[in-house]
């Protein structure tokens, strides 16, 4: 059974309750099936760690006693997953602050201001009304997930660590009693290699050396 510092792969497919609307998923032909355009090399299993904060709370803590090749369907109130709506997170603005930044604001667009992003709700009369809820606040969702895989392999749970903080699978993995090194062929940001170290120590193996370079 699946504990809580486990290194796990999940497929999933994300919904809002209320109009069956899909908002994320793993699976390629959902892609095909809901005709939304993405890029179908993105759409993999995710890595999760039920202790670690890779994606909701509630998702993460679904997977404690769980197996692998488990599927179940889990329902989500807005509390545990984006929140509720604050109506107090809706706010006007003149259309001459977006002028000033060469924005040309309409209905729907993400936007950042001051230092927050916000979808615009409407525009007019000189005014532009903007959320800075998420734009998933206040609403019921449902996941349908799939254990996929319990990585029990070290080099493997590194990898998927790797790809969590960059996106991207590592080019090698080289592993040994006390060492980690992952060869890739991009520079990494020295804060998201620390983070991978911090996470391989935690998950993988305790006292790791780890070190990034470049393929």
Request: glycine share 6%.
């Amino acid at each position: 059974m699946i504990g809580d510092d486990d290194v796990v792969l999940i497929n999933f497919v994300g919904k809002i309750k209320a109009t069956g609307q899909v908002i994320d998923f793993t699976y390629r032909d959902i892609a095909e099936k809901e005709k939304i355009d993405v890029d179908k090399s993105d759409l993999s299993p995710i890595v999760v760690i039920p202790s670690a904060n890779y994606t909701l709370k509630a998702i993460s803590k679904s997977l404690i006693g769980k197996n692998e090749g488990d599927k179940y369907t889990l329902d989500l109130k807005p509390e545990d997953a984006f929140g509720r709506f604050n109506p107090r997170l809706v706010k006007t603005y003149s259309l001459d602050a977006f002028r000033e930044n060469n924005i040309k604001p309409s209905a729907g667009d993400i936007v950042s201001l001051d230092g927050m992003t916000a979808t615009v709700m409407s525009v007019g009369a000189g005014r532009v009304m903007v959320n800075f809820n998420h734009m998933l606040a206040g609403k019921e969702l449902i996941y349908d997930i799939e254990v996929f895989k319990v990585i029990t392999d070290d080099a493997e749970k590194a990898a998927a660590i790797f790809r969590h903080y960059t996106g991207k699978q590592p080019d090698k993995v080289e592993i040994n009693e006390s060492n980690v090194r992952i060869l890739y062929k991009d520079s990494i940001d020295k804060h998201v290699a620390d983070a991978i170290a911090d996470d391989i120590d935690k998950y993988v193996r305790k006292g790791f050396k780890v070190e990034i370079t470049s393929s």
